[in-house]
């Protein structure tokens, strides 16, 4: 186990579920919301020649994918260096261990 | 230099780079071979997946399919978009973590059963296997237009390069080769858009010039135009599509999760160094992806206003057939263009009612759109490199996941396990060089159904694959009877209904007899989630995933530790 206790593994682990799952329903509001089911409603909007709607099904909803995995990905590091669980921490120590094995501080 | 030379210039200089590449990094262990030795840059593996995901049909048809679907072409768009959001948050990091080569490993270790693995081998190969037929399909197409070879030639040429750089560097001289057949694509597929866009509406960005008024000074919205023009002519408004909401909802979610149970999408997460790679990876493979899905809608209509407006002429009273641009007489000659003069006027006239007089295919939009718009020749030769650029890239990374599942998860973990790691490498070249001459005789023979086939594979996929990794990673108790019984009842219905619709009675393919309006195409959505429920009810009467399963579970559940990708 990489985690501190068991405590700390569940910790982590619900704090993941909840970012992905309100990221998901995001993706779920936008492209299944405004891109499909409220469409013909958004579409009484305009946004210059664009159709609301018609806008989030064809352009809006793949730039706000792009923003949700951006966010994912940025929080996620964060999530892993606070637990002590992120991968570049490996590396450094080693190197840290061999220095102190070669010049004995 | 005329658009002949030219064309061959193009496309023989970036065959040229393809095959550099391919001797540069050729491969020395299955290592290199399936994984590319776990040591790709995730920005230059972000490209390579692009590449590897778009295909000669988002290339060649997907804009062409929008300019004629209209709204309803969005389930493309959103579908083949949105499941990289699912790929980046519910699957690519744990299956990183997992550390394994390829999709059916993860689920033969995860649910401990051979069986499973056998059966996740095969559906990894089927759908494979009528994807790569399509794009062979791709290159001859692109061949027989542009290099005036026949079909077969074209098909023949294509084979030879996948099997150069495919056979020598796996998934190594795959990655690389891909990075540069993005870049080839993604300007072949831009280039034209934004002059188009310049000329229609003084935009340089098509994404923004789609949307803005038209520069002839009339003031009205360039889709307002294509509305009005439109309803004229007898079609549906093209910003309102004709598809009921239900059917273009259960489309776009079967896309979707079809893109995140695609073996051959999966795999590419398991070449980067670490979990967070994996992580950002899927976030610049959708960046580079969102470049062309975003201009398309836009090339989708300059090409319907554009197409529309040279055959009916200014005065939208057809145009004399003498006075037809070249464009129309060129691809009449492939069969994809046709004209019926029924009222005798000697005058070409489109239409969505009983006054209509042409036939176009709508693979042919993207292709002819710089002829159409009037391009230099450079630009249309530029094009034809950019389709040959996707159909090959696409038909490389298949051919590595039919040689992997092979050689790997079939010889090495199931019949011959005593095989050294050279044999094993020599199996998976023999494996992928019997693909190849398979995926070229369908591409030269293609059954009736291939482009029908294409579209169903992401049903099977994610009626199949995608509850099976889902409930492996967000459920540790799930259990092999769970999982192996949700796979056979999704893929079993989701087959079942396409092959009732589109085989065995397809005068009954009409939207009253679907069941809640749920065309064969969205179906796959609901066998995912038939497969959900039938896995997650089995596996509350059958015993819970042994102790060591579970701890696997929580272990590839956060980054740290995460080794390279391996294979045992």
């Not at chain 1, 792009?66 to 490996?90: F, G, P, R, S, T």
């Not at chain 1, 450094?92 to 094995?101: N, V």
């Not at chain 2, 858009?193 to 009205?220: C, K, N, R, W, Y």
């Not at chain 2, 959900?532 to 995933?545: H, K, M, N, Q």
Request: aromatic content about 12%.
């Amino acid at each position: 186990m990489s985690f501190e206790s068991e405590q700390h593994a569940d910790d982590y682990w619900k704090e993941n579920l909840r970012l992905m799952l309100s990221l998901l329903a995001i993706w779920f509001a936008v492209s299944f919301g405004c891109g499909i089911l409220f469409a013909d409603a958004l579409n009484g909007i305009r946004l210059g020649g664009f159709k609301l709607g018609f806008w989030f099904a064809q352009q809006g909803s793949i730039y706000v994918f792009l923003v949700l995995i951006a966010v994912y990905v940025h929080k996620m590091n964060k999530l892993d260096k606070k637990y002590n669980v992120h991968e570049d921490h490996e590396e450094p120590d080693e190197f840290e261990e061999a220095l102190e094995e070669e010049f004995g501080q | 230099m005329d658009i002949q030379t030219l064309t061959f210039l193009i496309v023989g200089a970036t065959f040229a780079i393809y095959i550099g590449i391919a001797i540069w990094s050729r491969a020395g262990s299955t290592h290199d071979f399936y994984v590319a030795s776990g040591g790709v840059n995730p920005v230059a593996n972000g490209m390579a997946t692009a590449a590897d995901w778009m295909s000669a049909a988002s290339f060649i048809s997907m804009a062409g399919l929008i300019s004629f679907m209209g709204y309803d072409g969005a389930v493309y768009l959103m579908g083949w978009t949105g499941g990289y959001v699912l790929l980046a948050l519910c699957l690519a990091p744990y299956l990183r973590k997992f550390g394994k080569f390829t999709v059916p490993a993860f689920i033969g270790d995860r649910y401990y059963s051979n069986t499973a693995r056998t059966v996740a081998v095969i559906c990894a190969v089927f759908v494979s296997f009528t994807y790569v037929a399509g794009q062979m399909r791709g290159v001859g197409v692109v061949f027989s237009r542009f290099l005036e070879v026949d079909i077969t030639t074209g098909v023949i040429i294509g084979m030879a390069i996948v099997f150069f750089y495919a056979v020598l560097g796996g998934m190594k001289g795959i990655t690389y080769t891909q990075v540069a057949q993005y870049c080839v694509l993604i300007c072949a597929y831009l280039v034209p858009a934004i002059f188009i866009s310049i000329m229609m509406t003084g935009h340089v960005i098509p994404q923004i010039g789609f949307g803005a008024e038209l520069s002839d000074g009339s003031g009205t919205y360039l889709l307002d135009k294509l509305d009005g023009l439109s309803t004229e002519l007898g079609f549906a408004e093209y910003t309102s599509g004709t598809k009921s909401t239900i059917d273009v909802f259960f489309i776009t979610a079967a896309l979707m999760v079809g893109t995140a149970g695609l073996p051959h999408v999966i795999v590419r997460f398991f070449t980067v160094p670490k979990v967070r790679d994996a992580r950002k990876s899927a976030g610049w493979a959708l960046l580079f992806i969102a470049l062309l899905y975003t201009t398309a809608p836009a090339i989708a209509t300059f090409a319907r206003v554009n197409m529309i407006d040279t055959i009916n002429g200014p005065d939208a009273q057809g145009t004399a057939y003498e006075e037809a641009p070249s464009w129309i007489t060129n691809w009449e000659s492939t069969g994809l263009i046709a004209w019926e003069d029924k009222n005798g006027d000697g005058k070409m006239f489109y239409s969505g009612d009983a006054r209509n007089e042409m036939k176009i295919d709508r693979d042919i939009m993207v292709l002819a759109n710089p002829e159409i718009a009037d391009l230099p020749a450079w630009v249309i030769a530029l094009v034809a490199a950019g389709g040959i650029a996707a159909a090959l890239s696409t038909s490389a990374g298949l051919l590595l996941v039919i040689s992997t599942s092979i050689s790997h998860d079939l010889l090495k973990r199931n019949l011959m396990p005593n095989i050294s790691d050279k044999q094993e490498l020599r199996y998976a070249r023999i494996a992928s060089a019997v693909a190849i001459c398979i995926a070229g005789y369908l591409g030269i023979n293609p059954p009736g159904f291939v482009a029908q086939v294409v579209a169903f594979a992401f049903g099977l996929a994610a009626s199949s694959f995608f509850p099976a990794i889902i409930l492996g990673i967000f459920s540790k108790k799930m259990n092999k009877e769970g999982a192996i019984a949700g796979m056979i009842s999704g893929i079993t219905f989701t087959a079942a209904y396409i092959i009732y619709f589109k085989f065995i009675n397809p005068a009954a393919n009409t939207p009253e007899n679907w069941w809640f309006g749920i065309s064969p195409e969205g179906i796959g959505t609901l066998g995912m989630l038939l497969n959900f429920a039938v896995a997650i009810v089995v596996a509350r009467f059958t015993s819970e995933a042994p102790k060591a399963v579970q701890e696997m579970v929580a272990d590839i559940r956060f980054p740290k530790g995460a080794g390279e990708a391996s294979a045992h």
